[in-house]
């Protein structure tokens, strides 16, 4: 029996309920360009203050699911 390939990770998107289908494939696009961990980390920043602003211009509330929960055991 042929093993099975591992499942690939995905990450979660900040706001993508507030996305087109098109939106999100820019945004992992724009990511999975990124050259360094440090512009990677500035476009996800970018990303969750444009997800606030459209959230809050739909007079909905906005939390960063990825960012929850951290630093905390």
Known sequence: MAAEPAPVAREIIPGSELMTAQEREQYRLRLHG???VEERER??????RAMQ???????LSFSDPSREGRGRR
């Open 53 to 59: 602003e459209r959230a809050r211009l739909r007079g």
């Open 34 to 36: 990124a050259g360094t």
């Open 43 to 48: 476009l996800r920043a970018e990303h969750v």
